[in-house]
């Protein structure tokens, strides 16, 4: 089984010595996170493992824009000092995996907690959801806007990023796929990944389930593990890169083109 907290450790550990690096340029310079600089998307990843200490998560609770409120969040730090921006995601990051330790086990870690627009979710995905916005920032947003070596992952890790994204895609833009009547096959490949029917359960919504496709499925999507959170997220059209389709096509394009996960 995966080690949710030790993962997340890993990849907190990672964008801190990503952020050693860093020149007062480079922190400065525009990521590719529009309208946030460097050291904006760094204050985001701070703020956000912050607010789960104080009434700030009231207020993601209860959004329905979570970005724009995201935006307010960086606002408030966009003249701190470096250390200061640093620190914060440092001091409340390593907070979160000692208070996420309790939220794991059943029955706490069943309980759903409201994220704003995003829906209800369990809260022992604490862990993924972060490891996801950290990964996804950091070799999406700053490593490539500063023409940097994107930094590894491993596998336990990838597992919580893709934990996260099916639970979203199960729930979040649900009235943009209506339409949908027939389970759809997902196969990531490679690092931590692995396959699911997608199935439509009514109004949109969809059950992931692990194991593959069968004779129910209509189509079965395939590509890179590694690849999904830049394309599902938009950052990247799911057409540049190496996706398979087999079965319904048309279906299978209908469904790609309407993810578009925060």
Do not use: Y
């Not at 086990?105 to 916005?133: C, M, V, Y």
């Not at 938009?234 to 190496?242: K, V």
């Amino acid at each position: 089984m995966t080690d949710h907290i030790a993962a997340f450790r890993r990849e907190r550990d990672a964008v801190l010595a990503f952020c050693a690096q860093l020149t007062p340029a480079e922190w400065a310079a525009p990521s590719r996170a529009a309208g946030w600089r460097v050291r904006d998307v760094i204050a985001h990843l701070g703020s956000e493992c912050h607010l789960n200490f104080g009434p700030d998560v009231v207020k993601v609770m209860r959004s329905r824009n979570i970005e724009r409120l995201n935006d307010d969040f960086v606002a408030r730090r966009a003249d701190w000092e470096i250390d200061r921006v640093v620190g914060e995601f440092a001091t409340w990051s390593s907070r979160i995996a000692i208070a996420a330790r309790a939220t794991q086990p059943w029955p706490l870690g069943s309980i759903r907690i409201p994220i704003g627009e995003l829906g209800s979710h369990p809260l022992r995905l604490l862990p993924s959801i972060l490891t996801f916005d950290f990964h996804t920032h950091l070799r999406h947003d700053i490593a490539p806007a500063l023409d940097k070596e994107i930094p590894a992952t491993d596998a336990d890790r990838m597992r919580l990023i893709l934990e996260w994204m099916l639970a979203l895609l199960a729930d979040f833009g649900a009235n943009h796929r209506i339409w949908l009547d027939r389970p759809i096959g997902l196969t990531l490949t490679g690092t931590g990944g692995g396959t699911w029917r997608l199935e439509p359960i009514g109004r949109g919504r969809l059950r992931a389930v692990a194991g593959g496709s069968d004779d129910r499925t209509a189509a079965q999507i395939t590509c890179a593990a590694t690849d999904f959170p830049s394309w599902a997220t938009t950052r990247t059209r799911w057409r540049f890169h190496d996706v398979a389709i087999t079965g319904d096509a048309e279906l299978a394009e209908r469904f790609l083109d309407s993810i578009d996960l925060v």
